[in-house]
């Protein structure tokens, strides 16, 4: 781990470790609020983000010097075929490599020797399920953090569990019942492993979400898109758009000439020419909430941070179904359907044939008729914050 640079004040406070799962985006991107407004109240040491995630991600809450990011693989998540498949041979491989060949109970024991070293205050989680066996036998207070866990995704693939199935599905429930408490965001799936927990180690937040830094009129003028045009923000990256368009123009897929879109991770010498003039190229290091705020339409799979984005900015959703991830469910029943501005499921062979203009035009419809939907505040990452300094305090009582 880099050498931690902190402040002599940093030094008598708490430090916490925030263990992330490293399978996308949208673990990250709520982690990333809260992290920020921990730093902003100025109550705990440094916080050290345990993850395999793209370091980019944390690099503005590193630049503080109260944040530091150690590297760690601490979860498998899934194994994905595709953009919109789960592999469930390989991902129950993965799980079985990870826990069964003495690894895991290693791992178990470099987290407790390091918990001990670090002399952390408190560990959080979004979701592994390891660390909380590491914390509970450092007797470290530990809290997920979460909309799901990985058991209910495992135990989705594995409706009919083998033998081997069955030993990982106990693995991964017996560790997740170490959790002390939990933090439940919205857009929730069934939790399995926290069946039992008594309700007072139990708590609901309102929407941790990431939000725009620049104005709608500020980033149309740095992409060149009049105020007047209509928006599409791709979130699939250039090389899946490409994989069907041999018969298709990106021009075609727009409803009229009004129309601009924007691809995260598109790379435009892909375009093999000028195939259209109103695309424009998004880096994967973007910071999506600016555009998504500028745009009238938003297309990606189902996830975290995409739903609590859309809905926080108010844009309606058009969205391509994924088999084998349970978490869907819970963001469209418990967050997309209730809260957002509407969500459109387009097929796949749909997406990759071009075949777009219904469903952009049903998702604009809606926005313009302005269906009614129930409030959301936003203010999960303050109330997340508010939890982890009671809980820790709740923690100490109980010990003394």
């Not at 902190?6 to 008598?12: A, F, G, I, K, R």
């Not at 693939?157 to 990982?168: A, I, K, V, Y």
């Not at 018969?247 to 879109?261: L, T």
Request: net charge negative.
């Amino acid at each position: 781990m880099p050498a931690m640079k902190h402040s002599q004040e940093d030094n008598t406070k708490p430090m916490l470790a925030y263990y992330v799962s490293g399978h996308g985006f949208g673990h990250a991107t709520r982690v990333i609020p809260i992290v920020a407004e921990l730093i902003k109240r100025n109550e705990f040491g440094t916080i050290i983000i345990i993850t395999s995630a793209p370091p980019f991600l944390f690099d503005t809450l590193v630049s503080t010097g109260h944040a530091v990011l150690r590297r760690v693989n601490i979860d498998v998540g899934v194994i994905q075929t595709d953009a919109v498949s789960v592999d469930r041979q390989k991902t129950v491989r993965a799980l079985n490599e990870f826990i069964s060949n003495g690894s895991y109970d290693e791992l178990i024991l470099n987290e407790v020797q390091w918990l001990q070293t670090m002399q952390i205050g408190m560990v959080l989680m979004d979701a592994p399920f390891l660390p909380a066996v590491a914390a509970k036998q450092c007797n470290i207070p530990s809290t997920m953090i979460t909309n799901f866990c990985f058991d209910n995704i495992y135990s989705s693939l594995c409706t009919s569990p083998t033998t081997l199935e069955s030993h990982l599905l106990k693995t991964i429930y017996a560790a997740y019942e170490q959790t002390t408490y939990l933090i439940k965001l919205p857009g929730e799936t069934p939790l399995p492993s926290f069946a039992n927990h008594v309700p007072h180690t139990i708590h609901r937040v309102p929407l941790v979400v990431r939000r725009n830094a620049k104005s709608s009129t500020q980033v149309r003028k740095e992409l060149g898109i009049p105020l007047r045009s209509k928006v599409i923000l791709i979130c699939f990256g250039g090389h899946q758009l490409l994989e069907g368009a041999d018969g298709w123009s990106f021009d075609e897929i727009f409803p009229d000439d009004s129309w601009y879109g924007l691809v995260v991770g598109l790379d435009m010498k892909d375009l093999h020419g000028e195939r259209s003039q109103r695309l424009k190229a998004l880096s994967q290091t973007a910071y999506l909430p600016d555009y998504i705020n500028c745009s009238d339409v938003i297309l990606g799979k189902i996830g975290y941070g995409i739903c609590s984005e859309v809905v926080a900015h108010q844009k309606p959703l058009i969205y391509i179904k994924r088999s084998g991830w349970a978490e869907e469910e819970g963001l469209l029943n418990n967050l997309m359907v209730p809260y957002g501005s509407g969500a459109f499921e387009m097929s796949y062979t749909d997406f990759t044939n071009g075949k777009w203009t219904d469903c952009i035009e049903k998702a604009i419809c809606h926005r313009n008729c302005k269906s009614p939907r129930q409030e959301i505040t936003l203010d999960g990452a303050e109330k997340v914050v508010d939890l982890v300094g009671y809980l820790m305090a709740e923690h100490c009582s109980i010990e003394l």
